[in-house]
């Protein structure tokens, strides 16, 4: 089959695994895939398939619509390759689906997360979302692909949409990239994803200050971008237990990881996160790391009691009660715990079990 995705994320972000994983899944499994995004042609040369690059330059707000105007036009020549059928994440999928449908390519909706950002750009952003889906809801050949089953309710509630043109694409892991190591000899606390305020992460340098006062003995790597990310740069510079670094390649960030012993999951019990199929979650759980969370829908692996490799805890004792966790944990429980976070994950998270279910629906 010869697939066509339209998306804005650029592929070098931490963001985009999801997008990779499944493109390399697809490419495996014998389809023709082209990638339609902003990235320089270059950034795809390597990779294993076609990629049409076009780029835009718009102030934040109005980049979906720009990208949009810009694939419209694309799709409109008659140049363009072969497409039996189009993936449109949902940013850009007002601005398609029309001419898709007009030239009978079957299409369907990718929506890794609602809205995230606050303010003027969200205010801005709902109304788009609700008309993806919409468009979906209109067109019974259709489906749209979430990444939870709390998504889809949401979805349901907000739009109306029926239950069978939903489908649920779990964050998944690459099982052979994030593998467990030999740990650090000092207790290692880590966090990768986006560095924003509003994801929490400005709690972190604070919970592993109180967990050094209390006595215990670790460190905290935080990676990734975001606006808090300079924030975090000024307080390691008088926290010598903290370690900040950019965005890195996914064999670097799976090499980091090995040596960890506890993810975290900072992000609060807001709509957007309790939404979620966090990936960081099974990229942890791959890796042998035991994972420390606020405790809502969005962080946890399965309905009713959380495996013990996993502690979620409310908010507000985050750091009591996080603290008093590791502080129970001997250096067996952890090995333990360890092996069973990895054998989880190669059960039920790997992105094989996700493309199962992606390909099922063409």
Same mark, same amino acid.
């Given at each position: 089959?010869? !697939?066509?995705?339209?998306?804005?994320?650029?592929?070098?972000?931490?963001?985009?695994?999801?997008?990779?994983?499944?493109?390399?899944?697809?490419?495996?499994?014998?389809?023709?895939?082209?990638?339609?995004?902003?990235?320089?042609?270059?950034?795809? =040369?390597?990779?294993?398939?076609?990629?049409?690059?076009?780029?835009?330059?718009?102030?934040?707000?109005?980049?979906?619509?720009?990208?949009?105007? =810009?694939?419209?036009?694309?799709?409109?020549?008659?140049?363009?390759?072969?497409?039996?059928?189009?993936?449109?994440?949902?940013?850009?999928?007002?601005?398609? !689906?029309?001419?898709?449908?007009?030239?009978?390519?079957?299409?369907?909706? *990718?929506?890794?997360?609602?809205?995230?950002?606050? &303010?003027?750009?969200?205010?801005?952003?709902?109304?788009?979302?609700? /008309?993806?889906?919409?468009?979906?809801?209109?067109?019974?050949?259709?489906? &749209?692909?979430?990444?939870?089953?709390?998504?889809?309710?949401?979805?349901?509630?907000?739009?109306?949409?029926?239950?069978?043109?939903?489908?649920?694409?779990?964050?998944?892991?690459?099982?052979?990239?994030?593998?467990?190591?030999?740990?650090?000899?000092?207790?290692?606390?880590?966090?990768?994803?986006?560095?924003?305020?509003?994801?929490?992460?400005?709690?972190?340098? *604070?919970?592993?200050?109180?967990?050094?006062?209390? +006595?215990?003995?670790?460190?905290?790597?935080?990676?990734?971008? +975001? /606006?808090?990310?300079?924030?975090?740069?000024? %307080?390691?510079?008088?926290?010598?237990?903290?370690?900040?670094?950019?965005?890195?390649?996914?064999?670097?960030?799976?090499? %980091?990881?090995?040596?960890?012993?506890? +993810?975290?999951?900072?992000?609060?019990?807001? =709509?957007?996160?309790?939404?979620?199929?966090?990936?960081?979650?099974?990229?942890?759980?791959?890796? +042998?790391?035991? !994972?420390?969370? %606020?405790?809502?829908?969005?962080?946890?692996?399965?309905?009713?009691?959380?495996?013990?490799?996993?502690?979620?805890?409310?908010?507000?004792?985050?750091?009591?009660? &996080?603290?008093?966790?590791?502080?129970?944990?001997?250096?067996?429980?952890?090995?333990?715990?360890?092996?069973?976070?990895?054998?989880?994950?190669?059960?039920?998270?790997?992105? =094989?079990?996700?493309?199962?279910?992606?390909?099922?629906?063409?």
């Amino acid at each position: 089959m010869h !697939i066509h995705w339209f998306t804005r994320r650029e592929m070098t972000d931490l963001c985009s695994t999801t997008q990779l994983a499944l493109a390399h899944g697809l490419v495996r499994r014998g389809h023709s895939l082209t990638i339609v995004n902003p990235d320089p042609h270059a950034k795809h =040369e390597a990779l294993p398939w076609q990629h049409v690059s076009l780029p835009i330059q718009a102030i934040r707000g109005l980049q979906a619509r720009k990208l949009g105007a =810009e694939m419209l036009e694309y799709l409109k020549e008659k140049t363009t390759p072969k497409c039996d059928l189009a993936i449109v994440d949902w940013q850009i999928a007002p601005y398609l !689906i029309s001419e898709l449908e007009n030239q009978s390519i079957r299409w369907m909706l *990718m929506d890794r997360s609602p809205p995230a950002d606050r &303010g003027l750009i969200a205010w801005l952003q709902w109304p788009k979302w609700k /008309n993806a889906w919409r468009l979906v809801k209109r067109n019974p050949l259709t489906v &749209g692909c979430v990444v939870s089953k709390a998504h889809r309710d949401f979805v349901i509630e907000k739009v109306g949409s029926n239950l069978d043109q939903i489908i649920v694409l779990n964050a998944g892991a690459d099982m052979k990239l994030f593998i467990p190591g030999e740990k650090n000899p000092e207790l290692t606390l880590v966090y990768h994803g986006r560095l924003d305020h509003h994801r929490g992460v400005l709690s972190l340098p *604070m919970f592993a200050q109180k967990a050094i006062s209390s +006595g215990l003995k670790c460190r905290l790597i935080m990676i990734g971008e +975001g /606006n808090a990310y300079e924030d975090l740069l000024r %307080i390691k510079e008088d926290q010598q237990f903290i370690d900040v670094y950019p965005t890195m390649a996914q064999d670097q960030l799976a090499k %980091i990881l090995r040596g960890c012993h506890i +993810g975290l999951l900072p992000m609060p019990d807001s =709509e957007v996160w309790k939404l979620a199929s966090p990936l960081k979650m099974s990229e942890y759980a791959a890796s +042998g790391l035991l !994972i420390l969370g %606020i405790d809502h829908s969005g962080h946890r692996v399965k309905e009713g009691m959380q495996p013990p490799w996993i502690k979620l805890v409310e908010k507000q004792s985050f750091h009591e009660d &996080g603290i008093k966790w590791i502080d129970s944990l001997t250096d067996e429980q952890i090995l333990t715990l360890s092996k069973e976070a990895r054998l989880h994950a190669q059960k039920s998270m790997t992105w =094989e079990t996700t493309l199962d279910v992606l390909v099922g629906v063409f």
